[in-house]
């Protein structure tokens, strides 16, 4: 059964970095893409950034682009998200999803719709 676990999160004051991991089991890591996400209470779940497993490319919301960056491990069936110079305004759950079709992660179709998704990471961004 594959499964997607995200961990990492936790509080962080403004200004702080934080490394979040989605590590994957039970699929052919490099036959997939992954991506991030959040979503914070009352708000819409927003895209983050994804990582093509076959060809190593990777995509990135504009807004985002420059503090965050993603990455992988294929020997350890991992991809990273690196967060930067972090804001109250990124307190969010962060969770990974994945799915073969590159599209359907960039686009962002409903959770239910990709092949397998983790439960999320809290992270908190606040003095």
């Known amino acids: 059964e594959a499964q997607l676990v995200e961990s990492g999160g936790g509080l962080v004051q403004p200004g702080g970095s934080l490394r979040l991991s989605c590590a994957a089991s039970g699929l052919t890591f490099e036959k997939y893409t992954i991506g991030w996400f959040r979503q914070a209470p009352g708000k819409e779940r927003e895209g983050i950034a994804s990582i093509d497993l ?38 969010a759950n962060y969770y990974c999803a994945a799915d073969p079709d590159l599209n359907k992660i960039r686009l962002g179709v409903p959770l239910q719709q990709l092949y397998v998704w983790g439960q999320g990471t809290l992270v908190t961004v606040s003095s």
């Open 54 to 91: 076959k060809t190593g490319r990777t995509y990135y919301v504009d807004s985002l682009r420059g503090r965050f960056a993603i990455s992988s491990d294929n020997a350890k069936n991992t991809v990273y998200l690196q967060m930067n110079s972090l804001k109250p305004e990124d307190t």
